[in-house]
């Protein structure tokens, strides 16, 4: 059974920081490539964070500088380091896995809230 299950959210202040992992299990994690993603209210979700399977990584403009996407293949585990966090950052992040037959795999999210 296919499982990625986020952690790390919850309530900060603006310019604080957080750390989110999503530990994988099912898959042949160090053959996907990761992403983090996010959904405001009202919002679509859209793609924060990426990094393939060799390492490489890329970010939307708005967190780049703040955020590092980084993975830890020996224990199927992705990161993400939220610096410098803004009330505009407040939303679910979700992680995706994707395999280069297409096929990928979403988890549940965490919920992030950057307020006073």
């Known amino acids: 059974q296919v499982q990625l299950v986020e952690s790390g959210g919850g309530l900060v202040e603006p310019g604080g920081s957080l750390r989110l992992s999503c530990a994988a299990s099912g898959i042949l994690f160090r053959t996907a490539a990761v992403g983090w993603y996010r959904q405001a209210p009202g919002k679509e979700r859209e793609l924060v964070a990426g990094?393939?399977?060799?390492?490489?990584?890329n970010y939307v403009d708005s967190v780049k500088g703040r955020f590092t996407i980084s993975r830890d293949n020996a224990k199927s585990t992705v990161y993400l380091q939220m610096n410098s966090l803004k009330p505009e950052d407040t939303a679910v992040y979700y992680c995706e896995t994707k395999f280069s037959t297409g096929v990928e795999y979403w988890g549940k999210g965490t919920l992030v809230t950057v307020s006073l």
């Open positions: 990094i393939t399977i060799l390492g490489t990584t």
